[in-house]
């Protein structure tokens, strides 16, 4: 029976994808980042930004992402690991409203996509990439700084950088988005940031704060979390193919809002995210193994000008709690 075991882990090894990855480390941090590409990557969907997807990084014992979804395809929309980002524009690709069918479109970090004649957008939905635009990818031991240009896609054109480094206890994602085109580029971007802290299933060991405000849910949570002063709790263990939605409320309209927390109780695994750009929207997501919050930021670049944004995440180590003590309330805190 050992042999039969040892021999199926060796075909699933030999049977499992090859795509191109890169890694970054500082003395605290190990990164393995998977790195653009339109026919080995391993994220070819149309949703998601292609550049930055972390699939490890482990930082003080802990393993802060990773494979989340049961079923891998680089073609799903969703098939990918945090931290990533979407570019939406009144719920839709760049351009998607004014492009007729069989013209194109633009997904920022993707390219130009073809529009099929459709009546409504489909945001899961991975779409023909007509111009996969121009990647690069310049490596360091400490940093990754991605470039994706894109010219005239039916009046829109870019330049997007970013840059993912790791100083210390801390992985920052740096943005600047040029616009190269003849339209004004209207957007906003949100980090679907896709936290699988130590592969722990979501419940109530898992509790996320926001650091400068009460949230409150715009929507039912079903029984499986609530909202606790500035803590989202989780109520019960997930099962395999339950999730929890809603957008959130409660912030103001400066960037000391972009502050939250993430701590897994049992493990100890904690994250402090903060951004330098108020918050535009925010919506709440969690599924079976992993938790998260969902910042939006709004951006309107004009032809020829440029905007640069940053979001910081800091590992630490948490106090360990039992899922009994961890939900009753508790204020989550730092320890080092």
């Given at each position: 029976m050992r042999s039969l075991i040892v021999s199926l882990i060796v075909l699933v090894q030999a049977a499992a994808p090859s795509f191109p990855t890169a890694e970054i480390a500082s003395p605290a941090i190990r990164a393995t980042l998977q790195l653009p590409d339109e026919k080995?990557?391993?994220?070819?969907?149309?949703?998601?930004?292609?550049?930055?997807?972390?699939?490890?990084?482990?930082?003080?014992?802990?393993?802060?992402?990773?494979?989340?979804?049961?079923?891998?395809?680089?073609?799903?929309?969703?098939?990918?690991?945090?931290?990533?980002?979407?570019?939406?524009?009144?719920?839709?690709?760049?351009?998607?409203?004014?492009?007729?069918?069989?013209?194109?479109?633009?997904?920022?970090g993707v390219g130009a996509i073809r529009k099929p004649d459709e009546p409504t957008y489909r945001r899961f939905e991975t779409y023909e990439v007509v111009d996969h635009g121009k990647w690069s990818a310049k490596t360091s031991p400490g940093r990754i700084e991605f470039t994706h240009e894109l010219q005239d896609a039916n009046g829109y054109g870019y330049v997007y950088r970013k840059t993912v480094r790791v100083s210390g206890d801390t992985l920052v994602l740096e943005h600047h988005l040029e616009n190269t085109g003849r339209?004004?580029?209207?957007?906003?971007?949100?980090?679907?940031?896709?936290?699988?802290?130590?592969?722990?299933?979501?419940?109530?060991?898992?509790?996320?704060?926001?650091?400068?405000?009460?949230?409150q849910a715009a929507r039912p949570l079903n029984g499986l979390a609530e909202t606790r002063g500035r803590d989202?709790?989780?109520?019960?263990?997930?099962?395999?193919?339950?999730?929890?939605?809603?957008?959130?409320t409660g912030f103001g309209a400066t960037p000391r809002d972009y502050d939250f927390r993430i701590e897994n109780r049992k493990t100890g695994a904690g994250v402090h995210v903060t951004g330098d750009q108020p918050l535009a929207k925010l919506l709440f997501w969690s599924a079976w193994k992993t938790v998260c919050p969902e910042p939006y930021i709004d951006l309107r670049i004009e032809p020829g000008k440029s905007f640069d944004w940053r979001i910081r995440y800091q590992f630490y180590q948490a106090s360990k709690v039992s899922a009994s003590a961890a939900a009753a309330p508790h204020f989550l805190t730092e320890t080092r």
């Open positions: 080995a990557g391993y994220y070819r969907g149309t949703r998601f930004d292609w550049s930055g997807s972390i699939l490890s990084l482990k930082w003080g014992g802990h393993e802060y992402f990773g494979q989340w979804f049961e079923k891998y395809d680089p073609k799903i929309h969703d098939a990918i690991t945090g931290p990533v980002e979407e570019f939406l524009t009144d719920d839709a690709g760049l351009g998607y409203a004014e492009a007729k069918p069989g013209e194109v479109f633009v997904r920022i339209k004004t580029i209207a957007t906003s971007v949100y980090d679907h940031n896709f936290f699988t802290l130590d592969g722990q299933t979501t419940g109530p060991d898992a509790a996320v704060t926001f650091t400068a405000f009460d949230p989202i709790r989780f109520l019960k263990t997930f099962e395999s193919k339950e999730t929890v939605f809603t957008e959130v």
